[in-house]
């Protein structure tokens, strides 16, 4: 163990060097504030939201403390805003995931935006503001303009192979099970219920009837106190139907055209 070689005392404080190098302030009560080792390195005390471990003058509950290991959180009044937890998720107004999320906002949808973007280039094409990749390629993106938001999905005849037309959308169309509903939290609406769209057009429904998931049970204060089951929820995409429902229209349109050419011929024949 290293041996004392300095110790001063000055308003409360004490700073200690010792014969490794490293330097100690603590307080009065003997409690250790600040170390900064041999390697030059600068280590705080946890802190609390509270009282963080790095502030400033005159606002002493703003700030950043470490609420456990390999966390870093900051804190504005005495209140944690956001922290960047263990495994490297950014949680902004929350202390925990909701489900598998890298960045999870809470906000108070009265007052604030959930996440505001503002492109201030003034071209009146349209402009990247959000892109999505799958290990390295674009794979869509939300664009902008001077008046209007796109949401692309890929769709290039080079990424597709096996191309053929839609049969028998008619009769699809046909078994679609449009219907009203009242949400359990919120008001009424109309569309579809997942698992009976995924009977009939697949590709719109994300998600299997009934799944559920495992996640982490936390407390108030964000530590984690076991697991619990929640329900994974189904959801659609409703865009995916425009191809059936357009080969569903040109279907229709074929036999009322052969229906059209038939009375033609019938009422020609008297």
């Known amino acids: 163990m290293a041996s004392i070689i300095n110790s001063t005392t000055t308003a409360g404080v004490t700073v200690t060097g010792d014969n490794s190098g490293s330097l100690q302030l603590a307080t009065n009560n003997g409690t250790t504030a600040v170390t900064i080792d041999t390697s ?6 946890a802190g609390t939201a509270a009282l963080p471990a790095i502030t400033t003058t005159g606002d002493t509950n703003t700030g950043i403390f470490f609420p456990a290991a390999d966390t870093i959180a900051f804190t504005e009044g005495g209140v944690e805003s956001m922290r960047i937890d263990s495994s490297g998720n950014l949680l902004i107004g929350r202390t925990s995931q909701f489900g ?5 906002i809470t906000y108070a949808g009265n007052s604030n935006w959930g996440l505001g973007l503002n492109d201030t280039f003034s071209n009146a ?3 990247t ?10 794979v869509g993106s939300i664009t902008t303009s001077n008046s209007a938001t796109a949401y692309v999905t890929s769709s290039d005849y080079r990424l597709k192979e096996n191309i053929a037309p839609i ?6 169309v046909a078994a679609l099970k449009p219907v009203t509903y009242d949400w359990k939290i919120g008001g009424s609406s109309q569309g579809f219920i997942a698992h009976e769209l995924q009977e009939i057009v697949p590709d719109c429904v994300f998600g299997e009837k009934d799944a559920v998931e495992i996640v982490d049970d936390v407390d108030a204060d964000g530590k984690v106190i076991g697991t619990k089951e929640v329900p994974k929820y ?3 995409d409703t865009s995916f139907l425009v191809a059936t429902l357009t080969a569903a229209i040109q279907e229709l349109n074929a036999k009322v055209e052969a229906q059209a050419v038939r009375i033609a011929e019938l009422e020609g024949a008297k």
Not at 129 to 138: D, T, V, W
Not at 167 to 172: D, P, R, T
């Open 40 to 45: 030059q390195r600068v280590a705080f005390v």
């Open 100 to 104: 598998f999320e890298k960045v999870g």
């Open 125 to 127: 094409s349209a402009n």
């Open 129 to 138: 503001a959000i892109q999505f990749n799958k290990n390295g390629s674009n």
């Open 167 to 172: 049969i028998g959308a008619l009769a699809k």
């Open 234 to 236: 189904q959801g659609i």
